[in-house]
């Protein structure tokens, strides 16, 4: 059921003649479901503003949230998904936020509103709740995929081991995803040192299967297309036992026990010896 021009109208002029009665039990209905995880200041200026933001949207007749009347409220209503979502809290706290409008709306209504009234405002205000839970959602998903993307990065360091000398130690699973970051800051490590060696060290990866012999593979492979040796360290016996019975071919490509052989493997090809 959607608000007429008139019912708009009479819940605009309701909500600015209760203002401060609206917004102090609007806030108290809000604190409580919140369990003063937000300030009771907060929380009133944040009621505050969407009173506003409504009461601008009902006189503008706004019979749903899509009206132009109704911009401000949405904007508004975004920012608080936003930041709830940033904050920590969840979907459900957030709409409940403004669900409670509802509460404190029929707190304040006279003998003299209907009961299709109060039903239709109740839907516009559900509306409203409805487009700051999609707003959550879609922010939530946006800084999962930040956090993500970060914890990737961290997770496939390349540094440089000696000059001339780059690794990339592998820590946990490798997969598709992160296969592709390991071999797209390989290589760009690569041209930014000039480096004609990398040491691949697996000895975090907890096991080695195909799928994870594919991927160092094809990391070998781009190394050599840019003119870099791959050694690969870390070869511990319970991993050499499986590619030897998965059948796994490592070719011509050098296999070190651990991190240090292999650094020694590289000074040699070089001629360099430590003392």
């Known amino acids: 059921m959607t608000l007429s021009a008139d019912e708009a109208a009479r819940f605009a002029a309701l909500l600015e003649e209760h203002e401060d009665t609206l917004v102090a039990a609007w806030t108290d209905r809000v604190a409580t479901s919140l369990r003063g995880r937000?300030?009771?200041?907060?929380l009133r200026r944040q009621t505050s503003e969407l009173r506003r933001g409504f009461q601008q949207a009902l006189s503008g007749a706004a019979q749903d949230l899509s009206a132009e009347s109704a911009a401000e409220l949405r904007a508004q209503l975004s920012e608080l998904s936003t930041n709830r979502a940033r904050q920590g809290f969840s979907a459900t706290e957030t709409a409940v936020s403004v669900i409670a409008l509802k509460d404190a709306v029929l707190g304040i209504l006279g003998d003299g509103a209907s009961l299709?009234?109060?039903?239709a405002f109740s839907s516009f205000v559900d509306e409203a709740a409805l487009f700051t839970f999609d707003s959550y959602v879609r922010v939530r998903e946006e800084l999962i995929a930040d956090q993500a993307e970060q914890l990737l990065e961290l997770s496939t360091p390349v540094v440089k081991l000696w000059e001339g000398v780059v690794a990339v130690p592998l820590v946990g699973t490798l997969d598709s995803a992160r296969a592709q970051v390991v071999m797209e800051r390989l290589l760009q490590t690569l041209v930014d040192t000039g480096s004609p060696y990398a040491i691949i060290d697996i000895t975090g990866v907890p096991a080695v299967d195909t799928q994870v012999a594919q991927h160092i593979l094809k990391t070998v492979v781009a190394a050599r297309l840019m003119g870099a040796d791959c050694i690969i360290s870390g070869i511990?016996?319970?991993?050499?036992?499986?590619?030897?019975?998965?059948?796994?071919?490592f070719g011509d490509i050098a296999t070190k026990a651990s991190l240090a052989d292999a650094l020694r493997y590289v000074l040699a090809r070089t001629n360099k010896k430590v003392r």
């Open 38 to 42: 937000l300030s009771q200041a907060e």
């Open 116 to 119: 299709r009234d109060y039903v």
């Open 236 to 249: 511990r016996p319970q991993i050499a036992q499986t590619i030897v019975a998965l059948g796994i071919e």
